[in-house]
């Protein structure tokens, strides 16, 4: 069912009115961090590492944002995504989310009768490009079309306008799309550091969005 913008802030402000949820953001390697209670492995390690505590702005219009700069220190390697903690440590009981790091395209796909023909996922006016890292989510609870894999990071083929198609490998071929249905989509865009390094997420770049609900 619908909420209004009303119940939409006060779900996202709920996060922010406790010390058991959203206090602390950290980074994960370019691995699925999952939604289950617990994140899967990947956390950055080693080095100057640390989950950053985070500080957010009331909610509005159905999103809510950091309210100041982060900067989380990270050991030389590749990162893809922002993670969501109630803990400056630990993982068991302190998980919440994740987050794209970088990434401000995302959208909504079906795949039709069409689709399963040609692989293809229809999104009009969708933004991603051939050679592009993307994820794909159920939606409502729905399971994906098959063929697809939640957590899976592709990157995007054959794409036009309105459609593109999902390859496991950079410039291989599509994956086969077996079933109709419904996804959420969302670009990545892995930072990559040589030595030790810095994720900087500036204010309001770190966007809870309820929108779509």
Known sequence: MPFNIAAKNVMLDAL???????????AHTVTDPGTGADANSGEATGGSYA?????WAAA?????????????PVPAGSYAFLTFWNASSANSG?????????????????VDTAGITSDAI?????????GDRVMVFNVLGES???GLT?????????????????????????VNVTG??????????????????TITVAIDALVLDNTGI
């Open 144 to 146: 994906l079309p098959t």
């Open 51 to 55: 989950r950053q505590a985070v500080t």
């Open 60 to 72: 509005s219009g159905g999103q809510k944002s950091n309210s100041g700069a982060l900067s989380i």
């Open 94 to 110: 302190n998980y919440r989310g994740y987050a794209p790091i970088n990434s401000t395209v995302k959208g909504f796909g079906t």
């Open 180 to 197: 109709q249905g419904e996804l959420f989509f969302q670009k990545v865009i892995p930072e990559t550091f040589g030595a030790d390094g």
């Open 150 to 174: 939640e957590g899976t990071i592709y990157y995007v083929v054959s794409a036009t306008t309105d459609t593109f198609d999902v390859s496991a490998t950079l410039g291989g071929s599509s």
């Open 122 to 130: 229809q999104s009009a006016g969708h933004g991603l490009a051939d």
């Open 16 to 26: 922010d009115e406790s010390a058991t949820q959203i206090t602390h953001i950290g």
